[in-house]
């Protein structure tokens, strides 16, 4: 914005005083935060090797010969955490969706469905995700079923789907809230039905409020994955453990971590650009600091 | 003849607070009535009781002598045959004007994509909003965003028309522009049923004026009447308010 205020009347734009002072003021904080990085940098680079047992530390952590024999089969593992994502995330969304639009149905004969929908968020979100990976995963396939249904695989990814629904369902019920009624009096007042004004009018722009929010859930999502492993599958976080205990070393777990990250801090960097796009967009002009 | 727009001893109250009393009002084929009056008494209420985007806990509001007030009916079919415009637009800020009127257009009265779209660009075309057809409501003016609304409501064919202060929330240079629609709109069969705070508007455009005190009618008549000689002494004090 200020750059176009400037008058452009030769190749060095006259800058006012306080576009000066400005200016100085960015460098200044540019230049404090390069110091205060490089002090902590310093700081760790010198003192960490110099604690006692940093080689043993180094050794069972850092291990690169380790990480180049572990990193192609914890990648080979990390496939599974991808495909337990991938046929997840469809599924959270469908069934947080529809617990969403039940919790805001509002004719009253409809109360039970609202009741069962608050019930089913309530339970979901208050019991923790690996307690419920254990019950539903051992517990369904404890049932007896036929194969291929009885895969701890399959039940793990079920109850990690339905905690995160809680969870979603929450955001999309936000969003849904956050469309003001008059827009729903604008669509009923031209004769839409109330499905239809969902549908068309408020929805969409409930989902596109929500997108950032949902996102983040994503983002936690992809870590928890790995708590299915806790049942049977071998994922990555299971396959780092094996390696770990057949070469004594912790180095898989790092690797692991640093591959959990390559993914996340991607997504993560998304999430935050979203989130500032949209609070421009809908919280007005910035204050003057 | 029977009225288009019959309200009949309506009664409504939002918990405590008692909106409409015992109100009564006829409202002729083709007619344009005012309803003036002092902030909460009562305009936006009685014309969302008309489009039943509220319901009355008394009395009757009837269109063509038919009871749509009546419990358990399906408002859709009547809120076809009467439109309502807001104070605050309430365009639908995800769709291009073009598809703000052909949303109803198809999902309501089932027309096909084209024709609705035709439909929008002639009536767009009329109101001097042809090259706005693809644009955002919020790449709109006030003004154009409210002559957008006007158009949605109108592209359903209505039979009764309910404008709620649509002035009220504009920029005093942007009034003439959304005014002169609903000029035209007078003489062309419709019926308009117009809560204002334009006393200069209401006086010349109406048939009668209707004047509201604490959710009754308190005056009514042709305009001359109820500007030029008010009988009631209400009337003459909320006149000597606005107009001072």
Redesign the interface.
């Known amino acids: 914005m200020a750059r176009g205020l400037h008058r452009r009347t030769g190749h060095q734009p006259r800058l006012t005083t306080r576009q000066e002072y400005e200016r100085q003021q960015r460098r200044r904080s540019s230049f404090i935060a390069a110091a205060s990085t490089f002090v902590v940098l310093v700081a760790v680079l010198v003192f960490v090797p110099r604690m006692p047992r940093w080689d043993r530390v180094k050794k069972s952590f850092f291990d690169v010969d380790q990480m180049g024999d572990s990193l192609p089969r914890l990648i080979d593992a990390f496939w599974l955490d991808v495909k337990i994502f991938a046929w997840t995330t469809p599924a959270i969304f469908a069934l947080a969706l529809l617990i969403a639009l039940a919790r805001n149905s509002r004719s009253p004969a409809l109360f039970p469905i609202r009741a069962l929908a608050a019930a089913y968020t309530d339970v979901m979100r208050g019991v923790p995700v690996i307690l419920w990976i254990y019950l539903v995963g051992f517990g369904v396939p404890g049932l007896g079923i036929a194969r291929p249904f009885n895969s701890p695989l399959l039940w793990g990814s079920v109850a990690l789907a339905m905690t995160y629904s809680g969870y979603v369902a929450e955001v999309f019920r936000a969003g849904i809230d956050s469309v003001h009624e008059?827009?729903r009096?604008?669509?009923?007042?031209?004769?839409?039905?109330s499905t239809?004004t969902m549908r068309?009018?408020v929805l969409?722009?409930a989902i596109?409020r929500v997108v950032p929010p949902l996102l983040n859930d994503l983002v936690s999502l992809q870590k928890d994955v790995a708590l299915v492993s806790l049942i049977g599958p071998i994922e990555i976080l299971r396959q780092a453990g094996i390696d770990k205990s057949k070469f004594a070393n912790f180095t898989p777990f790092v690797v692991a971590a640093l591959i959990f990250l390559s993914v996340t801090i991607p997504l993560t960097r998304l999430t935050d650009y979203l989130w500032q796009r949209e609070r421009r967009r809908t919280s007005g002009t910035r204050v003057a600091a | 003849m029977t009225p288009k727009v019959s309200l009949r001893g309506v009664s409504k109250s939002f918990g405590s607070n008692t909106v409409l009393r015992d109100l009564s009002l006829d409202v002729a084929t083709g007619e344009v009535v005012s309803l003036i009056g002092a902030s909460g008494s009562g305009k936006t209420t009685l014309l969302r009781c008309v489009n039943l985007l509220e319901h009355i806990d008394d009395g009757a509001v009837l269109l063509d002598g038919d009871e749509i007030s009546a419990i358990g009916r399906d408002p859709n079919p009547v809120r076809r045959r009467v439109g309502i415009v807001f104070q605050s637009f309430n365009l639908f800020p995800h769709m291009s004007v073009a598809r703000n009127i052909t949303l109803a257009l198809t999902k309501v009265l089932g027309q096909s994509h084209d024709d609705a779209r035709t439909h929008a660009s002639d009536l767009l075309q009329r109101f001097g909003l042809a090259e706005k057809a693809d644009v955002y409501p919020d790449q709109l003016s006030g003004g154009q965003q409210q002559r957008v609304a006007i158009i949605r409501a109108l592209a359903m064919r209505p039979e009764v028309l309910l404008l709620d202060e649509i002035t009220s929330a504009l920029d005093p240079e942007l009034v003439g522009e959304v005014l002169d629609v609903v000029r035209e709109l007078k003489g062309s069969g419709i019926t308009l049923l117009i809560a204002t705070h334009e006393m200069g508007f209401a006086r010349e455009i109406s048939d009668r004026v209707c004047f509201l005190h604490s959710g009754s009618v308190a005056e009514i008549g042709t305009p001359t009447q109820v500007f030029g000689s008010p009988q009631d002494e209400r009337t003459r004090q909320f006149l000597r308010r606005v107009t001072n």
């Open positions: 008059s827009q009096a604008a669509a009923r007042s031209l004769g839409l039905s239809q068309h009018v969409p722009q596109r």
